[in-house]
């Protein structure tokens, strides 16, 4: 989108490319899983491609696209999308992040990308962990603006910080409040959550939290937990970024009985046939 924004700003004409009946001088290709098939179609143009789905871990926008307002028109979405911060203090052997963005540091304001929305879905990685990320935050409370943190919020940043927790539960959540719990050492500060927000008028049904499965009998351990608390974990069997390790059939089934609502809620996963 904010490729479109800038190619349009310069008086180009840009559209989903057609292989078909498609003539362009330059068309971009993206990847963000390295297991999804690459595109197959031809075009007898300037080709770009980039992303972590294409291993591709140095490649970012010039500053004059990185920070311009995207085209939200290119999709028809009703919210914004982008960074307030990028990269990660945690260095957790499976994520990607701290190698292709390195640690924390301020990305883009709200106001740069939001244009006329009244919601946003943000993209950060540990926002809680940025002092920029969090005056951010003050400021999405004072602009009224919902939001979602799509990719999960560190609990062990919140869950002994009063000034934090009172901040998340002064936010206009668009669907759930997201934290991840991928490993046990996360689940008593998750916890801990749960319970200060709840003290704070948060309901716990409120509450999503992401669960990677390595380890089937300490993902099932945590997952549990999360479920006597009263909140949404969501399942991620782990893929390797080479693919040399497609998930087992038993994190797959996991996945399927923590992701499939009803069956959760009324099935302990021992009986679950799935």
Known sequence: MKLSAWHKSQGDRVEFADPMFGHYD??????VFTFT??????????????????????????????????DYSLYGVDEAYGFLTRGCVNRCPWCIVPHKEGSIRPA?????????????????????????GLEQIEEIVRMGISVDFNQGLDARRAYDDAFILDLLSRVKWMNQIRFACDRMS???PVAECVKELGRRGVKPY??????????????????????????????????DFDNNVEPANEQKRLARWCNHRAIFKSVEFKNYKG
């Open 26 to 31: 330059r068309v971009y290709m993206s990847k």
């Open 37 to 70: 098939p690459d595109c197959p179609d031809y075009y007898p143009c300037e080709v770009v491609r980039a992303g972590t789905g294409y291993k591709d871990y140095t490649t970012t926008l010039p500053d004059e696209i990185e920070h311009c307002c995207p």
């Open 108 to 132: 883009s304001p709200l106001r740069e990308f939001i244009g006329d929305k009244r919601r946003a879905v943000l993209l950060d990685n540990n926002v809680l962990a940025s002092d920029f």
């Open 186 to 188: 996360q689940l008593e």
């Open 206 to 239: 409120r509450i999503f939290v992401y669960c990677l499965i390595q380890d089937v009998d300490d993902a099932l351990e945590r997952i549990s937990a999360l479920r006597k608390l009263g909140v949404l974990p969501f399942a991620q069997p782990y893929r």
